[in-house]
């Protein structure tokens, strides 16, 4: 069965302290891994997809990387308006149980005080 | 740029009642999935349609339905609720089935009282 487990549950950081997130994933064959980020309240709101070991991909002061068996998002210089819960996914491939469907891990609560 | 609609954004419902949630995904997405999230939860996948037809089940209730229509709107049917049938509702879209990303609703918060 598929596995995604997400650490530290909380991270409060100040302004500008660069950190990291861990997703540690157990699948079937991966067919990709998404890091969404959620607001209290809201729909995920995607930020990556990686695909193989080695890929990393960055958007503004977020930077997702991936090994075999986990993925890292580092935040560099985080700001106030970057406070939410990070959530991690994982698809498996076809050959698997399932097609399509999302894994996700409990998520990661980030705050950034000023 | 279009996202997911769903609607109603909010419901209340007595239990046993019945409550039927829609969504309408980004436009020329053919792949939609229902997702459950109670309270300090991560999502739950629930049941998944590709060109209209259910492409993946997961730990979806029997008293709940679903269904994808010509438009590619999905709604998602529940009866005889429960208190713990409380919950955010997400659906999301893809172009596609695998590998693709999946963009998410801001959700229908159901309340069963």
């Known amino acids: 069965e598929d596995q995604v487990t997400q650490s530290p549950e909380a991270l409060r950081l100040q302004e500008g302290e660069s950190s990291s997130l861990n997703c540690s994933y157990t699948v079937s064959g991966l067919r990709g891994l998404f890091w969404y980020r959620q607001d209290p309240g809201k729909g995920p709101e995607f930020l990556f997809t990686l695909y193989s070991a080695g890929e990393e991909k960055e958007k503004e002061r977020l930077k997702a990387t991936l090994t075999k068996k986990e993925s890292f998002l580092h935040i560099t210089a985080p700001k106030p308006e970057d406070s939410a819960t990070y959530l991690c996914?994982?698809?498996?491939?076809?050959?698997?149980?399932?097609?399509?469907?999302?894994?996700f891990g409990q998520g990661t609560i980030l705050t950034v005080h000023p | 740029a279009a996202g997911v609609i769903q609607s109603p954004r909010h419901l209340i419902k007595e239990k046993r009642e019945t409550a039927t949630l829609k969504c309408y995904p980004i436009p020329r997405h053919d792949t939609v999935y229902w997702y459950q999230q109670g309270p300090g939860q991560d999502p739950q996948f629930l049941i998944s349609f590709y060109e209209k037809m259910q492409s993946d089940k997961g730990s979806i209730p029997d008293r709940f339905s679903a269904q994808q229509f010509s438009d590619y709107h999905s709604e998602l049917n529940m009866s005889s609720l429960e208190l713990g049938d409380s919950a955010l509702y997400f659906c999301a879209s893809s172009l596609g089935l695998l590998g693709v990303t999946q963009y998410f609703g801001p959700g229908t918060r159901l309340l069963v009282l």
């Open positions: 996914a994982v698809q498996a491939s076809a050959g698997g149980t399932s097609y399509g469907k999302l894994t």
